[in-house]
């Protein structure tokens, strides 16, 4: 009896090894078809253009899976994963690194926030632009009400110039408030999505600056199409004429293809040039906040020397805060 139990366990080991492999390799497969989808922009649909958001979860599974096909000794699914966390290591580590600090240029303090539907605190708002001693503000989804409560906390005292839309409610409104004179241009692009208004700042020292609130539609399964208009007609980076930057709700991700190609224009994420930009800004009520949707661009001629992020009361958005320096 001792002889034969001895003999069996082995055998009933290897089949149960050899599914396990087997299962592992299947693994691989389906982590390695979903970077391949990150690499190259196919992410289509109401389905995987939401979960592309998630690549740096995506990673950090990779890295669990890897660890199973190890523990499973599956030569093949070792091999594959290992590519996999390579590839999603080269997308998303560098989010995490500061890069070199702009040097020199007129300083530039942006801050960006979205109020959901006007039910961010307007004190805590302010608080922000007091402490943060910002010169322009980007707002979205205001409305009338929350304009009058954020004129009412003192945010007119600080930021005396503005060019708002606020709408009656829902999340079609946005605006611009600064320390300095605004004037509002229009003609800049096609806006599809809620109000994106544009405004040049005359920023002290040198030409204005244009800066534009950025908020296209949610892309919910009715409305992708919308969204990746939304994106795809934003301004360009330009060389010439006045410097830009454009900040706000893009409700995108750096791992959206869309965003990625006006990225590829000539912008620069600031969050991510800072070494923060895994920092995520929503959702921000019943769960913790999971992906950086929010986010502040600037051309060839500026760059951002620090980012941090801000909870907001009332509002499922963190607050994005940007310091820049424009040349």
């Not at 693994?27 to 979960?51: D, K, S």
């Not at 895994?278 to 060839?300: E, F, M, Q």
Request: hydrophobic share 50%.
């Amino acid at each position: 009896m001792l002889k034969q139990e001895v003999v069996e366990g082995p055998v009933r080991a290897r089949p149960r090894r050899a599914r396990t492999a087997r299962l592992t390799v299947v693994v691989a497969v389906v982590f390695a078809g979903g970077t391949a989808m990150r690499l190259g922009g196919l992410e289509t649909g109401f389905l995987l253009v939401p979960l592309v958001s998630f690549t740096p979860y995506f990673g950090v599974a990779a890295l669990v899976a890897l660890a199973c096909a190890l523990w499973a000794r599956s030569r093949a699914a070792v091999a594959v994963l290992l590519a996999v966390c390579v590839c999603l290591a080269w997308l998303v580590v560098p989010r995490a690194v500061a890069g070199e600090a702009p040097a020199g240029g007129r300083p530039l303090r942006l801050l960006t926030a979205n109020l959901n539907g006007g039910r961010g605190d307007a004190q805590v708002i302010v608080d922000l632009v007091r402490k943060l001693d910002v010169d322009v503000f980007s707002v979205q989804e205001l409305t009338w009400a929350a304009r009058e409560r954020l004129t009412a906390a003192g945010l007119k005292e600080l930021l005396p110039y503005e060019v708002t839309q606020p709408m009656p409610r829902g999340p079609e409104g946005s605006g611009i408030y600064a320390r300095h004179p605004l004037r509002e241009r229009s003609g800049l692009f096609r806006r599809v999505g809620h109000h994106m208004p544009v405004a040049q700042v005359a920023l002290p020292g040198g030409p204005a600056v244009e800066v534009v609130v950025v908020h296209p539609v949610a892309p919910v399964p009715w409305t992708v199409d919308e969204w990746e208009a939304g994106l795809s007609n934003l301004p360009p980076a330009q060389a010439e004429g006045p410097p830009r930057v454009l900040a706000g709700d893009f409700n995108a991700t750096l791992d959206h293809v869309v965003f990625r190609r006006l990225l590829g224009t000539g912008y620069t994420d600031a969050a991510a040039a800072t070494g923060n930009g895994l920092a995520p800004t929503w959702p921000n009520r019943v769960l913790p906040p999971l992906v950086a949707i929010s986010h502040v661009l600037t051309d060839g001629r500026g760059g951002a020397v620090a980012t941090q992020v801000h909870d907001v009361p009332g509002s499922d958005h963190r607050a994005l805060f940007a310091d820049l320096r424009v040349r």
